[in-house]
């Protein structure tokens, strides 16, 4: 495929990628846990039946809340996935693997008998938490809520069970906080009506029960219960994957300029004592403006012109932009590495403008992979009518926006899936990239 001159903008969508009527977050342990930029999982499920066969092992260094290694389980596809957020890896080692009903069934009701106990007043009830907590939860809400932590924390014989009332409390941290839901950054909201955290934990759990006995009724009859599948805490540019041992990956990387994942899960990281400080979390996560250098060379001539235009409006901006594409260079390397000989890699990425400069994420990304190595196969539109993303920026400040402000501009009206295949013989690029 000739990348020199794509001009993606001017492609049409492909309808048979839009999904626009699946709900399919729905399925299975799809909806467990509210996380942003959500892979939408028939897209997962038409990569995996286009580009994988049986045997086959399924990669995804940017593993998220585990879509890609929930469906490559729901097709008997031995799976592993990365990721630097602890609390993506709790979620997706619940989601992956189904406990049997009938014992989760008994937990839970030992679990409900004990909130019967909880009386705000007896010392005994009361559980240290972060400090930060209390600038979150109101007090009555936050005992309730470490109440629940303790008693989830008593189950040791069964982690896996354990790790299921985990998911099922951290997911319903934000309705029970004074945390604004609709805001993608974190703020009080003042007028908010908290919900009961025992309420919302047991509608929750009842509601993760029935997806999980579903998908171990799915699996057990498909044979596919033990299917190997891995999620590992780490960097997608070392993920400590042995090399030359994946068919295909699957993933789709932090977009730029999008979220600080550090602080939208900032209840669960400290209420589970993850890290003490978010500040140092944050700087391991790919994307983010607090794992700023000074660098503002890239090797794609693409990124090069893209970080110079945001360089002369804001230079913060444009060193976390550069520092953003040298970082996916690494773990385009990384997978390149991971891949067996004609592996494929399937990135799904969108495009957007800051400060009314275009970043054409998806064609750095081409440049990217052909320097690394890849062969570009195919690259595909589609519109995106489903995803947990900001889509609003306002043109003046470029702050992601709601939908009524005057100076709203649409951010990720499309994205594109970059399919590119792994070179036999690597053939090193110059690190010109393409006009």
């Known amino acids: 495929m000739n990348t020199k001159n794509i001009r993606l903008e001017r492609r049409k969508a492909d309808p048979e990628w839009h999904f626009k009527n699946v709900r399919s977050v729905e399925q299975f342990t799809h909806g467990y846990h509210r996380y942003p930029a959500k892979f939408l999982p028939n897209l997962v499920k038409k990569l995996i039946e286009k580009y994988t066969k049986p045997n086959d092992t399924i990669a995804d260094v940017f593993a998220g809340c585990g879509t890609t290694l929930v469906e490559a389980k729901v097709h008997g596809r031995k799976s592993i996935g990365v990721d630097i957020n602890p609390v993506a890896e709790l979620i997706t080692k619940v989601k992956t693997n189904p406990i049997e009903p009938a014992i989760l069934q008994k937990q839970f009701e030992k679990l409900v008998k004990r909130m019967e ?14 400090e930060r907590l209390d600038y979150w939860f109101e007090h009555k809400n936050k005992n309730k809520i470490a109440f629940l932590k303790q008693k989830i924390s008593n189950i040791r014989k069964k982690p896996e069970i354990k790790a299921f009332f985990q998911v099922s409390l951290s997911h319903i941290l934000k309705n029970c906080s004074r945390w604004l839901q609709s805001s993608t950054k974190p703020q009080i909201d003042p007028n908010k009506s908290t919900i009961d955290p025992f309420k919302a934990f047991t509608s929750h759990a009842e509601l993760m029960m029935k997806k999980n006995a579903d998908f171990y009724v799915y699996l057990e009859k498909k044979g596919f219960l033990d299917t190997e599948c891995e999620i590992k805490l780490g960097d ?24 600080e994942y550090a602080d939208i899960h900032q209840l669960t990281t400290y209420l589970f004592n993850y ?20 660098n503002l060379k890239c090797n794609s001539t693409r990124a090069q012109r893209i970080v110079n235009k945001l360089s002369k409006k804001d230079n913060r901006i444009a060193k976390e932009v550069a520092n953003y594409f040298n970082d996916m260079q690494s773990v385009i390397k990384e997978m390149y590495r991971i891949l067996r000989d004609d592996g494929r890699v399937c990135v799904v990425i969108g495009n957007t403008t800051f400060h009314d400069v275009k970043i054409k994420s998806t064609e750095v990304f081409v440049d990217l992979l052909t ?48 399919i590119a295949k792994k ?13």
Do not use: C, W
């Open 371 to 418: 320097l690394s190595g890849f062969k570009i196969v195919n690259i595909i539109k589609r519109s995106i009518p489903h995803k947990l993303i900001p889509t609003i920026r306002d043109k003046k400040t470029g702050k992601f926006a709601k939908m009524d402000s005057d100076n709203n501009k649409l951010v990720y009206p499309d994205e594109y899936i970059i």
């Open 423 to 435: 070179n036999k013989t690597r053939k090193a690029r110059s690190h010109h990239g393409y006009n």
């Open 275 to 294: 890290t003490k400080d978010i500040a140092s979390l944050r700087k391991k996560f790919i994307g983010t403006l607090f794992s700023l250098n000074q």
């Open 117 to 130: 106990s909880f009386n705000i007043n007896d010392s005994h009830n009361r559980t240290k938490t972060h």
């Open 236 to 259: 997608a540019k070392d993920t400590k994957i042995e090399s030359n041992s994946v068919a295909t990956i699957i993933t789709s990387p932090p977009y730029v300029t999008s979220y």
